[in-house]
């Protein structure tokens, strides 16, 4: 099933309309957003950016709950999110993944190589799934050879303020990475929908600068 924002903040029940997908359930969560100004189309064909939320920051023994995809087209930038809504739907946000990136030439991350593709590889093989071979960028690999002499810090967020010129209005009332598990887990214990708002917005927040990142790659 396809819900939209107002549906998770307000907490409505979803248990029983739950999408059926790849033999498993889960929440897939689209919303087209407005296309910006300096994305151009055509330097994104091809690709999806992905982005992932899970359970454990420093190794892979945590389940993965949320996957963002973002993907620039010519009417409006498309992010899907998969989201499990207790650790027994992980495997079937994970082969909704593999439909996605089988149909894309290219992934872009930040720090991807590092994090998010090693974690989704431990927590497919732990699902008896197996992730294909695809073509995986790194976005913070070029940026710290761009920026490291002029930033203290190539995290994305000091790039957002720094670099992409991002108002700092934008991550207003963000919610920090190191406590994004111990609220899932506030979620799966009293099912309230709302307390996931804040960590939707955070992962589409963190899509979008990776985007414009590469926007600010193709430019001269």
């Known amino acids: 099933?396809?819900?939209?924002?107002?549906?998770i903040i307000s907490g409505v029940d979803l248990i029983g309309n739950e999408r059926t997908n790849c033999g498993g359930r889960h929440i897939l969560v689209e919303n087209m957003l407005p296309s910006l100004e300096e994305?151009?189309?055509e330097d994104y064909f091809g690709i999806h950016f992905l982005d992932i939320e899970t359970t454990g920051l420093s190794g892979v023994n945590g389940p993965l709950f949320l996957i963002g995809l973002l993907e620039v087209g010519k009417d409006g930038i498309l992010c899907s999110q998969l989201l499990a809504r207790e650790?027994?739907?992980?495997?079937?946000?994970?082969?909704?993944?593999?439909?996605?990136?089988?149909?894309?030439?290219?992934?872009?991350?930040?720090?991807?190589?590092?994090?998010?593709?090693?974690y989704i590889?431990?927590?497919?093989?732990?699902?008896?799934?197996s992730f294909p071979e695809i073509v995986s960028v790194d976005l913070l690999k070029p940026a710290r050879k761009r920026y490291k002499d002029r930033l203290a810090s190539c995290s994305l967020q000091s790039l957002e303020r720094n670099i992409l010129k991002v108002p700092d209005w934008n991550r207003e009332g963000d919610i920090p990475g190191s406590v994004i598990p111990r609220v899932y887990w506030e979620y799966v214990n009293c099912r309230n929908y709302g307390l996931l708002m804040p960590i939707i917005k955070h992962n589409?927040?963190?899509?979008?600068?990776?985007?414009?990142?590469?926007?600010?790659?193709?430019k001269p």
């Open 204 to 218: 589409i927040m963190d899509l979008l600068s990776t985007a414009r990142l590469w926007s600010k790659f193709m």
């Open 39 to 41: 994305l151009d189309y």
């Open 121 to 129: 590889e431990k927590r497919m093989s732990f699902c008896n799934l």
């Open 87 to 118: 650790p027994a739907e992980e495997s079937s946000i994970l082969l909704e993944l593999l439909s996605y990136v089988r149909e894309r030439s290219c992934v872009m991350t930040f720090n991807g190589d590092n994090f998010d593709i090693p």
């Open 1 to 7: 099933m396809t819900v939209d924002y107002e549906e």
